[in-house]
Each structure stands twice: as structure tokens, then as C-alpha cells.
């Protein structure tokens, strides 16, 4: 198969991962059609990449980048809508495999990735804590606030 | 004996989950159920009012994985409801979108799920340190399966140029040519982990018990795309008679519907087409399927993944010879699509990874959806799941308690089932 071209430079990207139907779960692509309108504010080399429920396709994603931030809506036992920002290995998963390619985490593919050789050097996750993860078309007004926050927040790490 | 008391719960996420009950007593299976516990998504409320071309968008978010198969399905559904005739192009174009679609998804389960469990690892994680060149052309395979999607339908997932009547966007010949080669370079990556899956298939249980297989089926080709309704029972149907194949039902433990046919249950996927189509499968996958020992009507769930890898083999064969079929016929990259949006009713099939899906769409004359109906593969195979168990149960007693589990978790993996992927927010706790 044939591996991404030697970078002399840093690529880097922006990631959104979730679901718009399905609530707050579709934080992360909210935050990233933000970030693309405010385009202006951010290094010109960045990709906007929206992996949608795709998941597993992260794996092929994150080959190609040296830094990359990824946004998604998350439980992690915080205040509702609270923002987090970390690394990979600040936290532990609680998903578990399943019976099924459906169940992806998003951990597996950063796991696989480093054991390809292929993880960037540069990982920050965003993450808010959801409310309601059910199939609507919005997110609560809360989680909609943080969406603004979180675009802020990563329009100032750059 | 003592007493035997299995509750295998995968709450991955709170909307979809498949649990595992299992309770037996000085020998004899007390309880055992296969339960799906989903949510309803409402797709077919959704797409209720919405006009005919945002059909294949709006349901191509049922799965992803499986989303080039509901744009599919879709279309012909739309399609037939208004009579739209689609191109020898077109067609040619729509099978090598499937086979993408085939081959991404039978690479990813054999690869990460079917692997792990018969080399005892709890995930494809630790595999990659411990069979590091074996994922790594796991992964290459999938890669290439991507790229082959993103030039046929517009993107990996939820494609975008498959529209009605044709396609908005064709790939050109030097692409196609390009695209060809990478598949017949594949070929050896391909052969390899076959070899790996054949080296471990003497770990898949021994089970067997006969049940119906329904899958499209064709005179003159390995069905996928279009055909007929066939069974291994005998008879063959067009897919606008669905309706007396699925027979839907309810049953208290589970929120997905039931299916069943001429008996308490049938299975769809890879396996039911093997069994219906073998005759039509490529030369080197028949090679393969021979040494593994499968054969038609072969009655193993376990089977499933093995018929899984001959697809891919099949797969590959299929669409070299689709893509000399489009260059010989010279490739007409400005063909677009050309109907009338009319009243009507149609029903669209096709066979998907996991088996044969179903779309059934009626319009009014403005081409508005005003009545619809997915029947999707997985909730075609939970009857049938449930009946495994009944099964295989009770011959599995003298196992200890977590052989049994996993046994019956790979029992259901080998369907490799569809249970909700709609949302994807991470599950997480502080490291202190």
C-alpha cells in the first residue's frame, strides 16, 4: 500500500467528529462549521475535517497530519456542558468492543494509529459534556453556548 | 452441574444495545435470549414530506458503514416509483460503488473483529504489536477500499455523487485505470491475511442448524446489486413483493422488529449469498472457498466470515472486470441523468454487506415522499440470531462460563450486526 508522502512541513487539521441529528452529539461538527467561517482567524495550511459517525476512518485520517485537533461531545462525570480540553492520555475509555464495527471509539483508532507509526506528534482533544444525545435536529441552548466558547478557545491555541 | 448465569450487556452507548442472557441449572438451559434493546430512529418519519432528491442523503445516515448501500437502495426505490431507466454506465458505475462499499466493510470485520477473536485477543489494539505486518495490510486494504469510494461516490462515507438517475459526478478513464491497478496489487495483501484467517478457521465452532437463506439473485451474476428475491428453500420473487418475504412481527424482548419466511427464521448477508450465488462468484474466489471447505448450502453462522473473505476476493475479480466492461465501452464522464419527477410507488433492494435491504418510497406528483419503508438487513438476522442460541446452548454447558460467553458474542459478531450508530460522543474517565 502506499504510505503519505515524506512532509517537510507541518499539516495539520481540524477534526469535528458527532451527529447533528442526534443532539448534542453533533457538538463537534458545530464547533468545526464555526471554526470554518471564522477562517480569517486561523493559520491558512489548517484542514477542516468533518469524520461525521466515520469513526473508523480516523485511523486513515490522522496518517496525514503532524497536529491535530479533535473535537467531540463526550460523558465524562462533568457539570452539563462543561468544556474540557486534554490529550489521549489524560483519560481512560469506559467503551468497551461490542459486537459490532458500529460501536467504534475513538481510542481504538488513536491506539491503532500509534501502533502504525502513523499517530500525529501533536494530539488536543475538545470535549463538552453532553445533555441530551437524542434524535433532534439541535443541541440544548447550553451545550450551544459551549459550542461557541470551544470555537473561541481553538481559535486562540493557534 | 451448577447453575449458569450469563448477562453479557454492552451498554456502549444509550441508544442501541444487544444483550446476551443466558441461565442454565444441573445441565439444562433454563433461559436464552439474544435481546436488542434500540432505540427507533424514525427515518421513515423523517424522510415523510422531504422531495424525492434528498431521499438518498437523508437515508444514507441510517449507517455508517452501510451507507452507500442505503443511498443505493434509495435511488432504486425512487427510480422505480417514477420509472426513471438509468444507463449501461450508470449501472456498471453503481456495482463498482457497492463492491467499494463490500469491500470496506467485509476488510474492516474480518480484519478487526473476526481476527481478534480467533487469535484470543480482546481487540485488533494489542494485534497490531503482536501481527503488526498482518494489520498493517488490514488497514492498507481498508485504506484502498476508501479511496476507491471517494472516487466512485464522492467521499468514504455518505456519498454524494450517486444521485437519481445516475451520478453527478464520473470518474475518468486514467483514474479508473489508476484505480484497477491498485486492486490488482492488492491482490497478494489480500491473499496473505487469507491465508492467516485459514490458518486459525479451525477455531470456529462446529455449529450448524439449518435455517432459510434469502439474498438477491441474478441469471448472470454474483447478485449484489440488482436481482430477485431468492431463497435456498427454492423460489424466487421480484423485490416489489418484499413485503410476503419480511413478514415483520414483534416479539416483547426486543424493540427491533422480527422477520421470518417459510420458517421460524432466515438469514441474510454474505453467507446467504454465497449459498444462493456461488455458482456466479470469480474464479479465485472459488479457489478460496474451497480451501476453506465452504460450500453451498453451507447451514454455520460461523461461516459468515469466511463467506466474508471470499467476497472480498470476489469483490476485487468483479470490479476489475466492471471497470474493462466501462473502458471498453469508452467512459462518457459528461452523462448526466435525465427524467420526469412523477406520482408513484417503488420499491428498491439491494444486498449490502449484511445482507439484503430494502427501500419502498411512495410520491406524489410533485415528487414528494408521502409514504415509506427500510427494512435494513440486521433486523432480518435477530430471529434468526435468537434461534442460534436456542441451539447451541445446550452444547455448550460443559464450557466454562466465559468460554460460553464468548462463544455466543463471536456467535453473534459472525452476523456482523448493525445495532445503532448514531451517535458517537466519547465515554471517558480521568486518569487521577
Redesign the interface.
Known amino acids: 500500500?502506499p504510505l503519505p508522502p515524506f512532509i517537510f512541513y507541518m499539516k495539520q487539521a481540524i477534526i469535528g467528529?458527532?451527529?447533528p441529528?442526534?443532539g448534542?452529539?453533533g457538538a463537534g461538527i458545530a464547533v468545526l462549521n464555526l471554526l470554518k467561517q471564522r477562517k480569517s482567524e486561523l493559520p491558512e495550511d489548517i484542514d477542516y475535517v468533518e469524520m461525521?459517525?466515520?469513526?473508523?476512518?480516523l485511523?486513515?485520517v490522522l496518517a496525514d497530519y503532524d497536529k491535530v485537533v479533535l473535537i467531540?461531545?463526550?460523558?465524562?462525570?462533568g457539570q452539563p456542558a462543561e468544556i474540557r480540553k486534554f490529550r489521549p492520555?489524560?483519560?481512560?475509555?469506559?467503551?468497551?468492543?461490542?459486537?459490532?464495527?458500529?460501536?467504534?471509539?475513538?481510542?481504538?483508532s488513536l491506539?491503532?494509529s500509534k501502533?502504525?507509526g502513523e499517530l500525529p506528534d501533536d494530539i488536543i482533544?475538545f470535549?463538552v459534556q453532553?445533555i441530551d444525545?437524542?434524535?433532534v435536529d439541535h443541541m440544548t441552548p447550553q451545550v450551544e453556548k459551549a459550542v461557541v466558547e470551544m470555537a473561541g478557545m481553538i481559535v486562540d491555541l493557534f | 452441574m451448577g447453575e449458569i448465569n450469563i448477562n453479557v450487556e454492552?451498554l456502549?452507548?444509550?441508544?442501541g444495545?444487544?444483550n446476551i442472557v443466558l441461565n442454565a441449572k444441573d445441565g439444562t438451559v433454563e433461559f436464552v435470549q439474544w435481546q436488542v434493546s434500540e432505540?427507533p430512529?424514525?427515518f421513515e418519519s423523517f424522510v415523510r414530506g422531504r422531495p424525492y432528491n434528498e431521499l438518498s442523503h437523508i437515508t444514507s445516515?441510517i449507517?455508517?458503514?452501510c451507507s452507500i448501500g442505503h443511498s443505493l437502495a434509495s435511488l432504486k426505490a425512487t427510480e422505480a416509483a417514477m420509472g426513471i431507466q438509468i444507463t449501461e454506465q450508470t449501472q456498471i458505475l453503481r456495482r463498482l460503488a457497492i463492491h467499494a462499499e463490500n469491500l470496506q466493510?467485509h476488510v474492516?470485520?474480518v480484519g478487526?473483529?473476526v481476527a481478534?477473536d480467533l487469535l484470543g485477543a480482546?481487540?485488533?489494539?494489542p494485534l497490531?504489536?503482536s501481527h503488526?505486518d498482518a494489520?498493517?495490510?488490514i488497514?492498507?486494504?481498508?485504506?484502498?477500499a476508501?479511496e476507491f469510494s471517494n472516487l466512485v461516490c464522492g467521499r468514504?462515507?455518505?456519498p454524494v455523487s450517486l444521485i437519481v438517475g445516475g451520478f453527478s459526478h464520473i470518474p475518468s478513464e486514467k483514474q479508473l485505470k489508476e484505480i484497477r491497478q491498485k486492486w490488482v496489487d492488492?491482490i497478494p495483501?489480500v491473499v496473505a491475511v487469507a491465508e492467516i484467517v485459514l490458518s486459525l478457521a479451525h477455531k470456529l465452532p462446529n455449529f450448524t442448524r439449518e435455517t432459510e437463506f434469502i439474498a438477491l439473485t441474478a441469471d448472470d451474476e454474483y447478485a449484489i446489486y440488482d436481482g430477485d428475491i431468492g431463497s435456498t428453500d427454492g423460489g424466487r420473487w421480484p423485490v416489489a413483493e418484499y413485503l410476503d418475504i419480511t413478514n415483520e412481527f414483534v416479539v416483547p424482548h426486543s424493540t427491533a422488529k422480527y422477520t421470518k419466511h417459510k420458517r421460524e427464521s432466515y438469514m441474510v448477508g454474505a453467507l446467504a449469498r454465497f449459498n444462493l450465488n456461488y455458482d456466479k462468484m470469480g474464479p479465485l474466489a472459488k479457489e478460496w472457498a474451497g480451501k476453506f471447505g465452504l460450500q453451498p448450502v453451507n447451514h454455520n453462522p460461523f461461516m459468515n466470515n469466511v463467506a466474508q473473505l471470499v467476497e472480498i476476493v470476489h469483490s476485487i475479480e468483479d470490479t476489475l472486470a466492471q471497470i474493462d466492461k466501462l473502458l471498453e465501452m469508452g467512459v462518457n464522464v459528461n452523462e448526466r441523468p435525465k427524467y420526469e419527477v412523477k406520482a408513484g410507488r417503488g420499491v428498491g433492494a439491494v444486498d449490502v454487506p449484511r445482507g439484503i435491504l430494502f427501500h419502498d418510497y411512495t410520491y406524489d406528483d410533485k415528487g414528494v415522499c408521502v409514504k415509506a419503508n427500510c427494512i435494513i438487513p440486521t433486523n432480518q438476522n435477530h430471529n434468526n440470531i435468537n434461534l442460534d442460541f436456542q441451539a447451541i446452548a445446550p452444547t455448550l454447558l460443559n464450557l466454562p462460563e466465559k468460554e460460553i460467553e464468548l462463544t455466543l458474542?463471536m456467535l453473534?459478531?459472525a452476523y456482523?450486526?448493525?445495532?445503532?450508530?448514531?451517535?458517537?460522543?466519547?465515554?471517558?474517565?480521568?486518569?487521577r
Not at chain 1, 483519560?91 to 481504538?108: A, I, M, N, R
Not at chain 2, 456502549?12 to 441508544?15: A, I, N, S
Open positions: 500500500m467528529i458527532g451527529n441529528l442526534m448534542d452529539d461525521g459517525t466515520g469513526g473508523i476512518n485511523v486513515h467531540d461531545a463526550a460523558k465524562f462525570g492520555d489524560e483519560v481512560h475509555t469506559l467503551k468497551t468492543q461490542g459486537y459490532s464495527l458500529h460501536d467504534w471509539d475513538l481510542f481504538t491506539d491503532i501502533k502504525m482533544i470535549s453532553i444525545a437524542s434524535p | 454492552h456502549t452507548r444509550v441508544e444495545h444487544g432505540a430512529r424514525f445516515r449507517c455508517g458503514i466493510s474492516l470485520h478487526y473483529l481478534p480482546p481487540s485488533v489494539v497490531a504489536s503488526t494489520v498493517l495490510k488497514v492498507g486494504l481498508h485504506r484502498l476508501n468514504t462515507v455518505h492488492a495483501d458474542e453473534v459478531r456482523d450486526p448493525c445495532i445503532s450508530c448514531s451517535t458517537h460522543y466519547l465515554d471517558v474517565q480521568w486518569k
